[in-house]
């Protein structure tokens, strides 16, 4: 478990550093085929990755910042329950038939001589591994943590700029700043406390499939045990209904 749990953590890690290293904090970053510059605050724009359109959901411009933390926890806790739900059913099964849903397995490695790197995941999200949800979760360009957290870097970018209109006197400018300082600080915080919950989440997930084929199991013993229990007290019932003495027998021992 606590080999499975480190595995996670330094994937979530080296993901993250990856992607700061090649996300620039203006949402900005270059195509190394055409050179051009592909804005990531923007409504769409091309995937670096697969060259197909990507609308994140947190690009609306409709949406204000306070809106677009709560999509965010509420598409990554609808994300959740929908693999919980479909690890659940497929554990359930596999512990009735003995057979081991493929989907619930990492993918294998790209090669023998390089077994830390695996396949990529399915594109469909069919695959429920903890492996393969963390890797949706992180590194979905439409409503994953970090479309999440380029959207964050985006908005705090425009703070300055919206917080300036209409405001002329030294104390509008004043408590401007002050606002925009809190809305900063709030976007830092969120970008921090939004990994945290994502690791210890992803965390939870992998206990979770380890528990639930032994509370399963556990649960089939006691069924065992109690239709046991059950049979013995049948017989138990039928032993007592014999006469203590046979009629005309010469001993009550058997020879």
Sequence with gaps: MKKHSLKISLSLAAAFALFMAVSAITGYAQ?????????????????????????????????????VMVLYHKNINTTFNQYIVKMIEAESEAVKTGKINPDGRAPAPVSADNPQVLKDCPADGSNFSTYCVAQRLLTDETGGY??????LDCRRGQL??????????????????LMMSARLDAIAREKTSAKRALDQT??????????????????????????????????????????????????TKCS
């Excluded at 990531?40 to 197909?52: N, P, R, Y």
């Excluded at 649960?219 to 203590?244: A, G, H, T």
Aim: proline share 5%.
């Design 31 to 67: 195509t190394p085929a055409a050179g051009k510059p592909v804005d990531f605050c923007a409504v769409e724009f091309k995937s670096l990755k697969t060259g197909k359109t990507i609308r994140p959901i947190f690009n609306d411009p409709a949406l204000d910042t306070e809106a």
């Design 146 to 151: 970090f479309a999440y957290q380029r959207a």
């Design 160 to 177: 300055f700029d919206s917080s300036q209109k209409g405001k002329d006197t030294y104390a509008s400018q004043g408590q401007a700043a």
């Design 202 to 251: 992803l965390s939870a997930y992998n206990e979770l499939r380890t528990a639930w084929p032994m509370h399963k199991k556990y649960i089939q013993i006691y069924e065992s045990l109690i239709k046991y229990r059950d049979k013995m007290v049948e017989i138990r019932n039928q032993v007592e209904e014999f006469p203590s003495k046979f009629i005309d027998a010469s001993t």
